[in-house]
């Protein structure tokens, strides 16, 4: 399995401020026949299933915000919320799939 | 707009089968490039991976669950499916079925992000 370990656990962050989650894989999930990096990410309001913000590490699924990016590759990466927003309350997290599926332990965001 | 919905027991007694089934609507289940699949979370912790497969037939399976696992699929009712047998206190969680994007070339199946999520189906092993 590869083990995606996220931090912060948890973080606070003032609203319209900038709040970066950082994700690291146990092992390079960079492909090297496509030059792409196996990860996603996920948000998770309470109550909600989990919903797609971001694949191949920097890709915006469609109808998400611009305020959410993907950076980062082989095994380090980050997701960064910039003028953070009430709604953005939740818990986010990153997914490989370069080998089977694993996701990471999830950081909780709060105003 | 694709729509993904869980169904079966809330209430599976500890040793039996868990059995719950994703209907699909708003598409096909046939749909190249995409794969199904079953995630579950346990109360107040993360997602875990269960399964997931082809509609021709191929699957995947979290190795530390492949033992106990089966995902199918019934392209006539639009709908797949997750058995989990010998089932403990330890799988009691949300399961949620997803969509998942994927390629097929040349024999090889890749399985990659989940774009669409069901809303989840609260699963109790308890006698």
């Known amino acids: 399995d590869i083990v995606m370990t996220q931090s912060p656990d948890s973080l606070a962050v003032s609203l319209g401020e900038r709040a970066t989650i950082n994700c690291k894989s146990g092992q390079s999930v960079l492909y090297s026949s496509d030059n792409k990096n196996y990860l996603a990410w996920y948000q998770q309001k309470p109550g909600q299933p989990p919903k797609l913000l971001i694949y191949w590490a920097s890709t915006r699924e469609s109808g998400v915000p611009d305020r959410f990016s993907g950076s980062g590759s082989g095994t380090d990466f980050t997701l960064t919320i910039s003028n953070l927003q009430a709604e953005d309350v939740a818990v986010y997290y990153c997914q490989q799939y370069y080998s089977a599926v694993t996701f990471g332990q999830g950081t909780r965001l709060e105003i | 707009q694709l729509q993904l919905q869980e169904s079966g027991p809330g209430l599976v007694k500890p040793s039996e089968t868990l059995s719950l089934t994703c209907t699909v609507s708003g598409g096909s289940i046939s749909s190249t490039g995409y794969n199904w699949g079953w995630i579950r979370q346990p109360p107040g912790t993360g997602l875990e991976w269960i399964a997931s497969?082809?509609?021709?037939?191929?699957?995947y399976y979290n190795p530390s669950l492949k033992s106990r696992v089966t995902i199918s699929v019934d392209t006539s009712k639009n709908h797949f499916s997750l058995k989990l047998s010998s089932v403990t206190a330890a799988d009691t969680a949300v399961y949620y079925c997803?969509?998942?994007?994927?390629?097929?070339?040349?024999?090889?199946?890749?399985?990659?992000?989940?774009?669409?999520w069901g809303k989840g189906t609260t699963v109790t092993v308890s006698s």
């Open positions: 497969m082809y509609y021709s037939g191929n699957t």
């Open positions: 997803a969509r998942q994007k994927g390629l097929t070339m040349g024999g090889t199946y890749f399985y990659y992000y989940m774009d669409v």
